[in-house]
Nanobody, 124 residues
Framework: QVRLVESGGELVQAGDSLKLSCVAS????????ISWFRQAPGKEREFVAG????????SYADSVKGRFTFSRDGAKNTVSLRMNSLTPDDTAVYYC?????????????????WGQGTQVTVSS
């Protein structure tokens, strides 16, 4: 069992940067695949970035590649998402998620553990 708590979401302007953090308790991140998802109003939850528990390089959605950076700090049991050059299309609730599954990292349905989400709003 693992509990995930996100933080860092806020209202920013287009072009700004923001860093989200997710802290895990109960188990270590090394036991799970960990990813960030987001969900905008009226849209399905979508994969943003994530990394498998084998510690391979992070994967990114095409829409954020080159702008967002996923990182993890094993000592602090924390993962972060650094978001640069934000646009209004990035407005969503951002979720941290964990799983022990081996299927496609980008499939939200394969994740067992979810945080409560943190709201990111980008104004134009």
């Amino acid at each position: 069992q693992v509990r995930l708590v996100e933080s860092g979401g806020e209202l920013v302007q287009a072009g700004d940067s923001l860093k989200l953090s997710c802290v895990a308790s109960g188990r270590t991140f090394g036991d799970y695949d960990i990813s960030w998802f987001r969900q905008a109003p009226g849209k399905e939850r979508e994969f943003v970035a994530g990394v498998s528990r084998t510690f391979r390089a992070p994967s990114y959605a095409d829409s954020v590649k080159g702008r967002f950076t996923f990182s993890r700090d094993g000592a602090k049991n924390t993962v972060s998402l650094r978001m640069n050059s934000l646009t209004p299309d990035d407005t969503a609730v951002y979720y941290c998620a964990g799983r022990s599954d081996y299927r496609d990292l980008r499939r939200a349905s394969t994740y067992t553990y979810w945080g409560q989400g943190t709201q990111v709003t980008v104004s134009s």
